[in-house]
């Protein structure tokens, strides 16, 4: 149980929403109300002794739908740039060294209310602005069971953030990162796989229209050398750029990474 009275368990429900088992205790029940919700699957009911009431089905439009109604307050705005309620977010993200310049270059906002309170939300979205998803973070150090990233339900984690920039064709070379916060500093020439790059994110880097630098976190050079090694075999002009240990695209100087970019543009 956590410090606010919640015990978290696998999901019994993320099955019955069409989705994969829950293997990471996504369900959060509070013993004294018998109120239960899934950040996962987002089933929620409550609890009584003859067992549980859930909501009913969710009809499968609306449970393959990527639900974007959030609350979301763009932080460059002239009206939130000095919004009191959105300072901790403000002043997380300058901590990173990422500036209003950034927020209005990748949109970035805040919730503070809703779900996702308490986190800054980088929108995901398609060449003609449209999101298809967002990435959530915690702006202050959660719970231990809670996550510091969340996504919405069913987003496609197979996509890249920023995945457009591949399909232009250029020689200038586009920066392939973990995390969207680290692509913040060098938009609009990077992509983010959201974590370590899958199999699917693979195959959309091999169809790249234009050279790749490949600059995971610090932790992961030898993985980051041997996606460029297989994308060179693979006929696309690919290199990695070795981060030093425990650093990462954000916490290094930009000017690193960006010199990079140039030196490898014709």
Not at 72 to 98: V, W, Y
Not at 120 to 145: L, M, N, Y
């Amino acid at each position: 149980m956590n410090s606010a009275g919640w015990v978290r368990v696998h999901c019994p429900l993320c099955e019955r929403n069409g989705m994969t088992p829950d293997r990471r205790a996504s369900l959060g029940y509070r013993p004294e109300t018998g109120g239960f919700k899934c950040f996962r699957c987002e089933a929620h009911g409550r609890v009584h002794r003859a067992g549980y009431v859930a909501p009913p089905p969710t009809p499968p439009s609306e449970r393959d739908k990527v639900r974007l109604d959030i609350d979301f307050n763009p932080l460059h705005t002239d009206e939130n740039i000095n919004a009191i309620s959105l300072a901790p977010a403000r002043e997380f993200l300058i901590k990173r060294g990422i500036t209003r310049e950034h927020w209005r270059a990748a949109n970035i906002g805040a919730a503070v209310s809703g779900y996702y309170a308490g986190r800054v939300i980088v929108p995901h979205v398609e060449s003609f602005g449209k999101w298809w998803g967002f990435t959530a973070r915690c702006w202050t150090q959660p719970d231990e069971d809670v996550p510091k990233v969340l996504y919405p339900a069913n987003m496609d984690r197979e996509r890249l953030y920023n995945e457009h920039a591949l399909d232009i064709s250029t020689p200038r070379p586009c920066l392939v990162v973990e995390g969207c916060l680290d692509a913040a500093w060098y938009l609009p020439d990077v992509v983010a796989c959201l974590g370590k790059p899958t199999a699917a994110h693979y195959e959309k880097l091999r169809a790249a229209q234009r050279p790749l630098i490949i600059a995971l976190d610090g932790d992961a050079w030898e993985e980051g050398d041997m996606l460029a090694f297989r994308l060179r075999f693979d006929g696309v002009n690919a290199r990695a750029f070795r981060l030093p240990p425990g650093e990462d695209p954000n916490s290094i100087n930009p000017n690193t990474l960006r010199e990079e970019l140039e030196r490898r543009t014709p």
